[in-house]
């Protein structure tokens, strides 16, 4: 019998901002594995497209001496997450591998989440999301279609994750390193993106939280997310 | 010693009782037109829940909007009735009597519409007894964590308490209806006193009963708008973050509540011809206490504003900027019109304080606290820490529908009410009047 | 029945490069066609194939799981079970893409299942242009286009125009043996992004044929030149992933990037240093440097001394007018470049001029002057072909108008002329005949008098060359889900063309391909089906093959020179560069939702492009985000949204490709402008390219605030104003 | 005996009730009916009153029971929530408060019930209140029944009732 998990696994993720060139393979790979609500031009401009992955872009200077600060931001699943208090029916909340979780079916729709989120990266269903015929062909069965009046937001492609144990468990062994990759992480042509186990100090997530260049998001705010960006170079 | 009071005239009674034996087609007309606006409202909700909140113009990162500003604004006129009756009943101001009932049902009624808010802000309405703590197979639970709970709690209180208040005094009263009138209104009145046969241990106890409940719900009003403060307060967002919203919100809402009230003791005033009950005497009162409120609230409205500008922490200070200088300018500052520089100046001069400029300024007063209410709702939002994720919000057609109804709910409700009980406590009043 | 078995491979997080061998899962072969009985609710399969959305040819994995398909069938709904394709990642195992796949390979998948797919062959019966076609049968619509064809061979087969897409395939194959069939002359591409500066630039410097690999995985210094290598030119993924490499895949070293383009790319964006270049100054850019790395002696001694007196005597003071940048700036690079250990410069031209072909000539010359072909983190050769007969047939630049002038038929495979030079609607509309074997009503298509709509990519067999691989490479794609449409292959269509012509033709199968790859050599493998098998079954062959690290040079350095522009100074005092958009390449992605709605990188703009002008510009204007402005060129004009850049260089204006198609599905007709309407008609002499960066324009501001979409509409952090 | 007299001013009122307390009448079997609260001396018909005991009652029984609600039951919840704490004093405590409250308004509205005898039909029925004038009602044994009636006509009772017991 190989050895089995007796701690609990504790997601994280790298992202090396001196690798991302902010190139939006992650935010395709998000649409393509989440079933994300397609947008259109109207619900665009109204503030209503949803990317549970975005780049951040900030320009800083004034030409020539202009610089952008490329950031992917994602749901940070914070380990005190500001959103998980202020939900009156834990439809948001802390599973036991420390992943932020929406819970779609018991959500009502306050929406005190999303605003009480620093990284603004919780959408809302305005409307019953629809795809064209035949465009629900590619939909992916794992992950559930959110219903109209239903909040939602990354969850470090948690189908994956299960998948991933599942199949590990099926072999009795624990899981390897790098066997979980969420979509994006998957994608990323730079490979600016690292998944990992926090728990496991060997892991490469790991290392490169323990790396000097490591900081968090708004660290200040406590909210201590588990998304660590390595700072770029010179 | 003792001061025992005139046997009653029967003129008051009479005057006070007209409204409730008569109804011209005015009065029907305008309950029809409120009547259809109402179902206008209710009619835009439907279609909400139909389609998905989605028509109405919530977007990211607005999350917060119409709905949640007029929640809080009539959380807040519901502090006209039963603090203000309170404060008077327990400092036994005597000229409060003809105004405290008028003032109740502001309360009852503000609370009720307001109560109802919360569930059209909701994504999936039909769930919401999901916040209700019973016992199910679903793994449901409320988190008591949760200030939307304490809202839930606070406002089944408040609103348990005020009408409760507002209908132990009505009892006697009830009790003289019953015996002159017919048909189901007798019926309907007999009900309700409860048996009242007028003795001394039910005056008396009636008496106690009020005072401790003075008491009791003068605590419910403030907790219910701090709380009602903290849903904003427990956040972490930018100029939502605040240690003083708690009594902000508790001095808007007595401030926009004594606003409401002098608005409905104009209307009954002029439309029930009880020009003699409510005579200007009231106004001035009322117009000073008005002025009060005005000077804590700017009082409040600094301080709340001038540690934001010093401070100038960068995402508190991005809402502020916009308020004070940019995209929401124009209302912050007709805000300050409205709510500070008319009623000083048309207060604080006592020529010219007259039922007419009490009036005045309560309406400028009503208008502001609103303005107010979607400032610290909408702006806040609209500038979220991340720039990124700024946006701008514009309501359409569906909140604006069901914000006009809820004005017009509150408009006949109080048609019907002033149609079928008195809005000025009858027994009171003769106690007060020839005492 | 063969047992239904799977295909699996887990991406593995490979600490280093080119996971070319990691350790896989026992991999079975994969069916054909998985049989829709035999599909189990949940399960997954993954199967390989290849992105065929630019001609990079990334290896990629594709997952298939069961769905249910709705269709009505007369009166009636009818479901059924299906295999559907689910995601598209990369291949681990493939060399090119790694494992990993940009925004447009993965939404590919959106093309299989597009709402506005062709469902059948089609007919014109509006007018041309005009979009509206009826249903024919594939019989009669392949008699139609079979007289078509004898009809122009009869008249002249030299004026039979086909475009085709820019790649190395068993298509371009199947294609150029058609045409060599009928007398007709090769296909040719549309010229957007078919890199045929680059290819000639190669041949002319080099001695190469093909695209150059630059090792900047290894490399400390990187100077690309014109080249938005991560944003779109040649391979993006490719150099995206040896880019992360290059800054942090070696412990203790970063390579250092410095990008010179005329507009604030995602290259630049990552760069170091950004050398704002003006437009068409790539030339001088290059010349510059070279002066200085010749003179300050931090060039190769043993460099030839024609290239070494070439630039010697560039005047260095025109150059650096010319380029637009400061002197100082250019001799640091030069110096940077000279004192690095090893430094290389990719040469490239995203954006087209009239003298980018120098441009690009110049600049490779330089990775001569530093001795960088062929070492480590330098530039090294592209590899043998592994079938030559497919990298020989892929189709070349020509100059389309002139092409279009005479022709007599037109055939389009995945070429869209009038989207990629507008200027060529009005030929088409007089063209005698045109015949489209595209899947979608594009804007050329809607001019053509027949479709025989190609399965979508996913749907068909393929094997592709790679545009740029560091091994030998075939990388193929096996039909695993039915077709869901009345559509056919266009090799089929070929063929059966050419039969209904007498003519015979073989159309390569990839199992064929590999077949005959393995007869060109040794392998391991005892027979060629078990070979075939094997690389069907991982998704091509790949594999180290030896290069010879030598140049022949045989070109003499270009002299300086101005690019040409078309408009005045006066009248059109702001140049205009459209470029390829990250999303939308040459504007073929613009129909897949996804794409619409994947934010700008510069911009952040979803559903649109706007007008990107530098904010004095627009100050002086009176231009903010979302307004409308109106673009005039001598070639015309369009009206799109601004976008105040806040690093554009002043006086140049830039607008992504990629919107502004009359028909291409739903989601991109009738959205935005195409920025290459105003264009002018210039190209590249020897090459033929079309010159689409030489246009200069004036811009007026209109009274509308139209919509500019954002994602996020700040692209600064907020400035406080301290009152 | 249950005797009634009605009085027609305030005055007369106070006068017949001092006269009966005079007599040793208890307070507990006088009874006053009138369409408004009439103001007696302090003392002079004294009614103690437990509503704020009861106001008190309420609110522990309803703080007992909310605070033991909310902890026990979230205790017990088999809620997953990675380690957040299902409790917490001061949330428990904001929604015990308002639940207090409740509780302290129910105690007020049941002691008012009962101690204004509200919603009761037993007893005789009370005098049929008229506007100009206030009813003065006792209950006394038979012999008591003279002085009683002294006391009324004395203060100036326009019309004296004189019945039996029902009950």
């Known amino acids: ?234 | 010693m003792a001061t025992v009071a005139e046997i009653p005239d029967p003129r008051v009674r009479t005057e006070l009782w007209r409204p409730l034996s008569r109804a011209g087609s005015r009065y029907w007309i305008a309950v029809t037109l409120c009547a259809v606006i109402v179902a206008a409202g209710l009619a835009a909700w439907g279609y909400q829940i139909a389609k998905g909140l989605g028509i109405a113009g919530y977007r990211r990162p607005v999350f917060w909007a119409f709905y949640e500003a007029d929640f809080v604004f009539w959380i807040g006129i519901s502090h006209a009735g039963t603090l203000i009756s309170a404060i008077l009943r327990l400092t036994h101001a005597g000229w409060r009597k003809p105004v405290t009932r008028a003032a109740e049902a502001i309360t009852v009624f503000a609370l009720m519409i307001g109560a109802i808010l919360p569930l059209i802000h909701l994504g999936r309405v039909w769930l919401f007894y999901w916040l209700i703590p019973y016992p199910n197979t679903r793994l449901l639970w409320p988190n008591f964590r949760s200030p939307l709970l304490w809202d839930l709690t606070a406002i089944f209180t408040y609103l348990i308490a005020s009408s409760l208040y507002l209908y132990l005094p009505l009892i006697p009263d009830l009790a003289q209806l019953a015996t002159r009138s017919r048909g189901w209104q007798r019926n309907l009145y007999r009900l309700l006193a409860l048996k009242w046969v007028g003795s001394d241990r039910q005056w008396h106890a009636l008496e106690r009963a009020m005072k401790l409940m003075a008491a009791i719900v003068l605590a419910i009003a403030v907790s219910v708008h701090t709380v009602v403060a903290w849903d904003f307060a427990m956040a972490i967002v930018p100029m939502w973050h605040s240690t003083i919203f708690g009594p902000y919100f508790v001095v808007g809402a007595i401030f926009s509540g004594i606003a409401a009230l002098v608005i409905v003791m104009a209307s009954l005033r002029r439309f029930l011809h009880l020009e003699s009950y409510l005579r200007p005497l009231h106004f001035d009162n009322l117009g000073k206490l008005l002025l009060l409120m005005s000077l804590l609230w700017i009082y409040f409205t600094v301080a709340e504003h001038l540690t934001i500008w010093y401070g100038k922490q960068p995402a508190e200070y991005s809402v502020f900027e916009s308020r004070i200088y940019g995209d929401f300018a124009p209302y912050f500052w007709s805000m300050v019109i409205l709510n500070f520089v008319v009623p000083f100046m048309l207060l604080s001069i006592r020529r010219l304080r007259s039922i007419r400029t009490v009036t005045i300024c309560a309406v400028t007063v009503l208008i502001g606290m609103w303005i107010e209410r979607f400032l610290i709702v909408v702006n806040a939002l609209s500038r979220p820490r991340l720039a990124s994720a700024w946006g701008a919000y514009s309501p359409t057609w569906v909140e604006i529908t069901i914000t006009a109804a809820s004005f017009v709910t509150m408009t006949l409700l109080y048609l019907l009410f002033a149609r079928l009980f008195p809005v000025i406590a009858v027994w009171e009043y003769e106690d007060v009047a020839h005492g | 029945m063969e047992r239904r078995s799977f295909f699996k491979i887990i991406g593995t997080a490979s600490g280093g490069m080119l996971t070319g061998a990691c350790g896989n899962k026992a991999r079975q072969i994969i069916p054909l066609l998985v049989p829709e009985r035999e599909i189990i609710t949940g399960a997954e399969e993954w199967h390989p194939s290849v992105c065929r959305e630019c001609g990079a040819g990334c290896g990629t994995i594709v997952r298939v799981m069961e769905a249910e398909r709705k269709t009505r069938q007369g009166n009636e709904n009818v479901r059924e079970r299906i295999a559907a394709i689910k995601k598209i990642e990369g291949n681990p195992l493939d060399p090119v893409s790694g494992g990993r796949l940009c925004a447009r390979g993965q939404a590919a998948v959106q093309a299989l299942y597009h709402p506005d797919r062709i469902r059948g062959p089609l007919k014109r019966v509006g007018a041309r242009g005009e979009g509206r076609f009826e249903p024919v049968t594939w019989d009669s619509a392949l008699e139609i286009a079979a007289s078509a064809v004898k009809k122009a061979v009869d008249k002249d087969p030299a004026r039979i125009v086909f475009l085709t897409r820019p790649e190395a395939s068993n298509r371009s194959a199947a294609v150029a043996s058609f045409l060599r069939a009928l007398g007709a002359p090769p296909a040719s591409t549309t010229g957007l992004c078919d890199f045929e500066i680059e290819r000639q630039a190669a041949e002319v410097v080099f001695g190469w044929r093909g695209l150059p690999v630059y090792e900047i995985q290894d490399a400390d210094y990187v100077l690309s030149l014109g080249a938005d290598f991560l944003g779109g030119w040649v391979s993006p993924v490719f150099y995206a992933r040896r880019f992360g490499h290059m800054r942090r895949g070696r412990p203790g070293r970063r390579g250092q990037l410095t990008h010179a383009e005329s507009r604030f790319s995602i290259t630049g964006s990552s760069a170091d240093r950004w050398l704002p270049v003006r437009p068409g100054g790539e030339l001088a850019l290059a010349l510059a440097v070279g002066y200085v790395l010749v003179t300050g002696n931090l060039a190769l001694a043993n460099v030839a001394a024609g290239l070494r007196n070439g630039f010697a005597s560039v005047d260095f003071e025109r150059a650096v007018k010319i380029s637009g940048l400061p002197a100082e700036q250019l001799r640091q690079v030069a110096r940077d470049l000279g004192r690095s250990e090893s430094p290389v410069v990719m040469a490239g031209a995203s954006v087209v001029q009239s003298n980018s072909l120098d441009a690009v000539i110049a600049a490779s010359a330089l990775n001569l002057l530093l001795g960088r072909i062929g070492s480590k983190g330098g530039v090294i050769p592209p590899v043998e072909a592994s079938i030559a007969e497919f990298a020989d047939s892929r189709a070349h630049t020509v100059n389309l108008l002139r092409r279009l002038e005479s022709a007599e038929l037109v055939m389009l495979d995945s070429a869209n002329p009038v989207y990629a030079q507008p200027a060529s609607a009005k030929l088409l509309a007089r063209a005698p005949a045109i015949v489209s074997f595209s899947a979608f009503i594009d804007d050329s298509s809607a001019y053509a008098d027949l479709i025989l709509p190609d399965h979508a990519s996913l749907e068909s067999a393929a094997v592709v060359v790679p545009d740029v691989t560091p091994d030998r490479a075939l990388t193929g794609a096996q039909p695993f889900v039915h077709p869901l449409y009345d559509t056919r292959a266009t090799e089929q269509v070929l063929a059966e063309l050419s039969k209904i012509l007498g003519r015979a033709l073989k159309i390569d199968t990839p199992e064929d391909a590999f077949r005959k790859l393995f007869a060109g050599n040794k392998s391991d493998w005892s027979d060629a089906g078990e070979f075939a098998k094997y690389c069907n079954r991982q998704g091509g062959w790949w594999t180290e093959s030896s290069r010879s690290a030598h140049a022949s040079p045989r070109f003499e350095l270009p002299q300086l020179r101005e690019a040409e522009f078309q408009g005045g100074a006066a009248e059109f005092p702001l140049n205009f560069v459209p470029y390829p958009a990250l999303q939308f390449g040459d504007g073929s992605g613009a129909h897949l939702p996804w794409l619409q709605e994947l934010p700008d990188p510069a911009s952040s703009a979803m559903w649109g492009l706007p007008v990107e002008i530098d904010p004095k510009t627009a100050s002086r204007i009176g231009l903010k985000n979302g307004q409308m402005v109106r673009m005039i060129s001598p070639s015309g004009q369009i009206e799109a949204p601004a976008y105040v850049h806040p690093a554009a260089i002043p006086g140049v204006v830039s607008m992504a490709i990629g919107q502004g198609h009359t028909h291409y599905g739903r989601y991109a007709s009738e959205q935005g402008a195409n920025p290459l309407t105003i264009a002018a008609p210039l190209t590249d002499p020897q090459t033929g390219a079309f010159a689409f960066g030489a246009t200069r324009v004036r811009i007026e501001k209109l009274s509308q605030q139209d919509r500019l979409v954002q994602f996020s509409a700040v692209d600064r952090e907020p400035e406080l104003h301290r009152r | 005996m249950l005797l009634t007299a009605e009085f027609l001013t305030a005055d007369s009122t106070v006068q017949a009730v001092s006269a009966l307390r005079a007599e040793g009448f208890s307070a507990n079997d006088i009874e006053l009916f009138s369409y408004r609260p009439l103001e007696l001396p302090e003392g002079m018909l004294e009614r103690r009153s437990h509503i704020s005991l009861a106001a008190v009652l309420g609110a522990l029984v309803s703080g007992t029971l909310t605070t033991a609600f909310i902890f026990f039951t979230q205790h017990n919840y088999p809620l997953v929530t990675g380690g957040m704490p299902l409790v917490s004093g001061w949330a428990t405590g904001v929604v015990s408060f308002e639940l207090i409250m409740a509780g302290a308004v129910a105690g007020v509205v049941l002691a008012f019930l009962r101690e204004g005898r509200l919603l009761r039909r037993d007893g005789a029925p009370p005098p049929a209140l008229k506007d100009d004038s206030a009813f003065l009602r006792i209950e006394c044994p038979q012999e008591s029944v003279p002085r009683v009636v002294r006391c009324f006509e004395v203060a100036g009772a326009q019309d004296i009732v004189e019945e039996t017991e029902t009950e």
């Open chain 1, 1 to 234: 019998m190989d050895q089995q998990d007796t701690k609990p696994h504790r997601w994280g993720m790298a992202i090396d901002l001196d690798r991302c060139t902010g190139c939006e393979a992650c935010v395709a790979a998000c649409h393509a594995e989440n079933n994300l609500p397609l947008s259109t031009p109207d619900s665009a401009a109204k503030g209503r497209a949803f990317h549970w992955i975005r780049i951040d872009r900030y320009y800083e200077g004034a030409f020539p001496d202009i610089k952008v600060k490329f950031m992917p931001v994602l749901c940070q699943q914070c380990d005190e997450a500001p959103c998980e208090p202020v939900c009156p029916v834990y439809a948001t909340y802390h599973n036991a591998e420390g992943l932020n979780v929406q819970v779609y079916n018991r959500c009502v729709g306050t929406r005190y989440c999303a605003n009480n989120c620093p990284y603004s990266v919780r959408f809302f269903n305005w409307f019953e999301p629809v795809w064209p015929e035949p465009l629900t062909l590619q939909l992916n069965p794992d992950v559930f279609v959110r219903p109209v009046g239903v909040m939602e937001k990354c969850t470090f492609c948690s189908q994956r994750i299960k998948r991933a144990e599942l199949e590990a468990k099926q072999e009795s062994r624990s899981l390897r390193d790098g066997e979980v990759q969420p979509a994006c992480v998957q994608s990323c042509p730079a490979e600016a993106m690292v998944f990992g186990d926090l728990n496991d100090p060997a892991s490469r997530v790991s290392r490169l939280a323990q790396s000097g260049r490591a900081t968090r998001f708004m660290e200040d705010l406590g909210t201590q997310p588990k998304v660590f960006y390595l700072k770029r170079g010179e």
